[in-house]
Structures are given as structure tokens and as C-alpha cells.
């Protein structure tokens, strides 16, 4: 005997909708932890996705034996690399956390250099807390422990090599229940690929030469813990305008109030010289290559990334804000406001 159901088809399709939605909230919380995973491996595999496809397609390699070797490259060359880097980032702000009496110290050169009261001992004393706290959220694996990294990159690569190997059946299943018509997903997927070179690609070939640029400087103009200088203007030259002389520039200061004038302006007309110029060479040539962000997105998106995802809000941010600003162009062209037409002027035959 079929039980009658109290429930309309159009009640039935809406609690239907509400109970995948209400389930999918529930997963991505429980998963709120790893979510950095989840993002890395979709950059990761955007990044890598014209390799993939060319050694697959064209040189007819086997799916999983390519993802595997794109797994195994992307580690030693991208993951790995930058692991390196953040751990030795990660352990001199943790040093400088417990011994800002240093920063003290070169606060006070400053201060008797430049004859005004820069910040006093119990806000330097402050930021100085802070840092672990803003540490924290910035490498928040690194942080908490071994152990995460590791669940991080298995969970990241996991989900990479389902990406590639099923790439075709997954874009197909995506395309089919996003609410966008075909031009629209094709102009978000364009989006996410420039967003993605640009970001990655691009920013990290221009941090990379300038962090290398001014810890080689600071090293020879002898201002202390050049390397350290040198990782701070790797991460500092993904915003733009400011970028790197937010170091370069205290450092030539440091000399100055330090008794070494020759070696602080040496430094200065070096970084305003030499790595400004490079910097703006590397973003034109970039810019044509690779696509160009504007400055005001990423640093709106490196102010909103950044809280929320980590070092990976250095792309997501962005990358967020170029959607918003593309789904309102979207909304502009597949909904016209309704003009409602002017009336013609007529002609009154009679007052001919």
C-alpha cells in the first residue's frame, strides 16, 4: 500500500535543497581546519593543469603516472621550498617575540637619530606579543605542529591528484549545477586561471629576485640577519606599492642611525635604484604574460585573505574580490536594467 505524502513536489525539491545545503554547511565546518588544503590543491592543480593535460593528450602518457610525477614536481619545486622558508621565518619571529628588548634597542638608535619619540616601551613591548598571535594565523600548521603539516599536504595532494586524474567528469558534473550560463563559467574559469599565474607564478618570480636582491644588499651593506630580511621581503613584495621598502628602507635608516651613513645611503640608492626598477620591469613583463591584477584588488584581497586563509589569502583574497567584480558585470549583462523608451517627438502636420 504507497503511503500518501503530505509534502507538495515543489515542498519536496525545496527541503531537498535546504537538507544538501544544510549537509554541505556541516562538512565544510567539520573540515574548517583543512580548508587551506582544499584551496592549495585547486591552485596547485590550475597551476599544473596545462602540463598535466599536454603529457596526457598529447604525449599520451598515463593518467596517474602524470599526476603522481606533478605531485612528486610541485613538492620539490613549490611545497617544499616554501616550507623551508617559513619554518626559518616562522622560528626568527618566535626568537624576536621573547627578545624585543632588541627591538628596543634599535627603536631608541632611531629615535636619537631622527630627534622624534617613535612608538614607547610598552606598545613595542605589544607588538611584539601580538606577533605570535598574527603568526598564528598566518602559518597556522606550522604553529600547531608537525602532524598538521602532514595531514595538510596528504589531504592537499589527495584531493590534487582526483582533480587531474577526473578532471573531465568533474568539470563536466561542476558546470552542470552551477547556476551560471556557459559564457559566464568560461569567463570565471579564465578568471581563476590569470588570478592563479598572476599570483602565484608571477608574484612569487618577483619575490623571489627581490627578497634575493635585499638580502644580498643587506649582507653587504652588513645590516644583521640579512637572510631574515631577505624572507620578510619575499612575503612583503606580494603587496603592491609598498612591497619591499617597507624593509629596504628601515634598513638604510638603521645604518644611518647606527654611525654608518655611506653604507645606510648606499643602501637606499641600491633599493631605489636597483630593486624598485627591477620590480617594475619583472610586473610589466609579467603583466604580459601572464595577465595583470590590479594593485587595488590584491591589496584589498591580501587585507581580507590574509585573516581568514592564511599565506594562501595571498591569492584566494584576490582572487575573491576579481570574482565579485566579474559576477556584477555578469548580473549587468545577463539582466539589462528595462529602459523604459522616451517618447518621440511628433510633428503636428497642421502647423505646416
Known amino acids: 500500500m504507497a503511503h500518501k505524502n503530505i509534502y507538495t513536489k515543489k515542498q519536496r525539491q525545496t527541503l531537498l535543497i535546504a537538507s544538501i545545503l544544510l549537509l554541505l554547511f556541516f562538512i565544510l565546518f567539520g573540515l574548517r581546519d583543512y580548508l587551506s588544503a582544499l584551496f592549495g590543491s585547486v591552485i596547485l592543480y590550475v597551476l599544473f593543469l596545462p602540463m598535466y593535460r599536454y603529457l596526457v593528450e598529447v604525449k599520451k602518457w598515463k593518467p596517474s603516472l602524470t599526476s603522481i610525477l606533478i605531485i612528486v614536481l610541485s613538492f620539490v619545486v613549490i611545497v617544499l621550498p616554501f616550507l623551508f622558508l617559513s619554518v626559518l621565518l616562522t622560528d626568527k619571529i618566535l626568537y624576536y617575540t621573547s627578545h624585543y628588548q632588541e627591538i628596543l634597542v634599535w627603536v631608541k638608535k632611531m629615535e636619537e637619530f631622527s630627534g622624534f619619540s617613535l612608538k614607547d616601551k610598552e606598545t613595542i613591548t605589544s607588538i611584539a606579543s601580538n606577533l605570535g598571535s598574527f603568526l598564528s594565523n598566518l602559518f597556522p600548521q606550522l604553529v600547531t605542529g608537525a602532524l598538521d603539516v602532514f595531514i595538510i599536504l596528504g589531504l592537499l595532494y589527495f584531493v590534487m591528484y582526483y582533480l587531474q586524474v577526473y578532471n573531465r567528469s568533474l568539470n563536466e558534473h561542476v558546470y552542470k549545477y552551477l547556476p551560471f550560463a556557459s559564457p559566464t563559467i568560461k569567463a570565471l574559469t579564465e578568471e581563476l586561471k590569470a588570478s592563479v599565474n598572476a599570483n ?10 627581490q627578497a634575493t636582491l635585499v638580502g644580498i644588499s643587506f649582507w653587504i651593506f652588513g645590516v644583521p640577519d640579512a637572510i631574515f630580511w631577505g624572507l620578510i621581503s619575499f612575503f612583503a613584495a606580494f603587496i603592491p606599492v609598498l612591497g619591499t621598502p617597507l624593509v629596504w628602507v628601515p634598513g638604510g635608516i638603521y645604518l644611518i642611525s647606527n654611525n654608518e651613513t655611506g653604507k645606510g645611503v648606499g643602501l637606499l640608492i641600491v633599493g631605489a635604484v636597483v630593486i624598485m626598477n627591477i620590480d617594475n620591469i619583472l610586473r610589466l613583463y609579467i603583466a604580459k604574460k601572464m595577465g595583470d591584477t590590479h594593485p587595488l584588488i590584491t591589496i584589498l584581497g591580501v587585507i581580507l ?10 591569492v584566494i583574497g584576490p582572487l575573491m574580490i576579481s570574482y565579485l567584480i566579474l559576477l556584477i558585470k555578469v548580473y549587468e549583462q545577463e539582466y539589462p536594467r528595462l529602459h523604459v523608451p522616451e517618447p518621440t517627438a511628433q510633428t503636428d502636420d497642421s502647423d505646416e
Do not use: D, K, N, Q
Not at 200 to 209: A, D, M, P, R
Not at 305 to 314: E, M, Q, R, S
Open 200 to 209: 602565484v607564478l608571477g608574484l612569487g618570480i618577483i619575490s623571489l629576485v
Open 305 to 314: 585573505g590574509l585573516p581568514l586563509f592564511g599565506i594562501l589569502g595571498l
